[in-house]
């Protein structure tokens, strides 16, 4: 405890529900405004950008490289952080995530916007957690792209998929980070 009589888990949940309810305040504030539609594309840009704050930040703190072992361990704090319950496992060339709570989720439910969730999930977790792939890609210039190929990523890049999701009432998220192989990779959500 300290001089505010707070424990660093009070002050941490503080920021952490803080983060949560700004996010889902800004959202609502826009869609009032303007519409699902647009707000969801506008959250879309939002979510392009903050993840590689994260990872870079995260990268820096941790004093972390490029590649999927070190992804593994970015993505690991940051899911802690937030509140998540996952297993993370390797499998040759890839990170198996099973995430059995996501706290984003549990929010939509809890206010009452359940059955928005999955069109949410369909554009916000696909676009978060692709730009964590591409930030921890090996070749990555820091802008997104790689030195390679153009789209994201080069030969050694990681690419990012579903195979199961909560929000389409499934009993957890399976989420994949892959090297990228010649033939690329399919979302399989």
Same mark, same amino acid.
């Given at each position: 405890?300290? #001089?505010?009589?707070? !424990?660093?888990?009070?002050? !941490?949940?503080?920021? @952490?529900?803080?983060? !949560?309810? *700004?996010?889902?305040?800004?959202?609502?504030?826009?869609?009032?405004?303007?519409?699902?539609?647009?707000?969801?594309?506008?959250?879309?840009?939002?979510?392009?950008?903050?993840?590689?704050?994260?990872?870079? !930040?995260?990268?820096?703190?941790?004093?972390?490289?490029?590649?999927?072992?070190?992804?593994?361990?970015?993505?690991?704090?940051?899911?802690?952080?937030?509140?998540?319950?996952?297993?993370?496992? @390797?499998?040759?060339?890839?990170? #198996? *995530? *099973?995430?059995?709570?996501?706290?984003?989720?549990?929010?939509?439910?809890?206010?009452?916007?359940?059955?928005?969730?999955?069109?949410?999930?369909?554009?916000?977790?696909?676009?978060?957690?692709?730009?964590?792939?591409? #930030?921890?890609?090996?070749?990555?210039?820091?802008?997104?792209?790689?030195?390679?190929?153009? #789209?994201?990523?080069?030969?050694?890049?990681? *690419?990012?998929? @579903?195979?199961?999701?909560?929000?389409?009432?499934?009993?957890?998220? @399976?989420?994949?980070?892959?090297?990228?192989?010649?033939?690329?990779?399919?979302?399989?959500?």
């Amino acid at each position: 405890m300290n #001089e505010n009589g707070l !424990t660093e888990e009070q002050k !941490t949940e503080y920021y @952490r529900r803080s983060y !949560t309810a *700004v996010d889902g305040l800004w959202f609502m504030k826009i869609e009032e405004r303007l519409g699902f539609d647009l707000a969801l594309k506008i959250d879309e840009s939002v979510w392009s950008i903050l993840p590689k704050i994260q990872a870079r !930040t995260l990268k820096g703190m941790m004093n972390l490289d490029d590649g999927i072992s070190d992804l593994q361990r970015a993505l690991s704090a940051r899911l802690a952080m937030e509140g998540y319950e996952f297993e993370m496992e @390797r499998k040759d060339d890839a990170l #198996e *995530v *099973v995430v059995r709570k996501c706290p984003w989720h549990q929010i939509m439910v809890r206010s009452g916007r359940g059955s928005l969730s999955e069109q949410v999930s369909d554009v916000i977790c696909r676009v978060e957690n692709g730009t964590w792939a591409r #930030e921890f890609s090996p070749g990555n210039r820091g802008d997104g792209k790689s030195s390679g190929d153009g #789209e994201g990523g080069d030969s050694e890049g990681i *690419v990012f998929e @579903r195979e199961a999701r909560l929000c389409r009432g499934e009993e957890k998220c @399976r989420l994949w980070f892959r090297k990228k192989c010649e033939t690329g990779y399919q979302d399989k959500s």
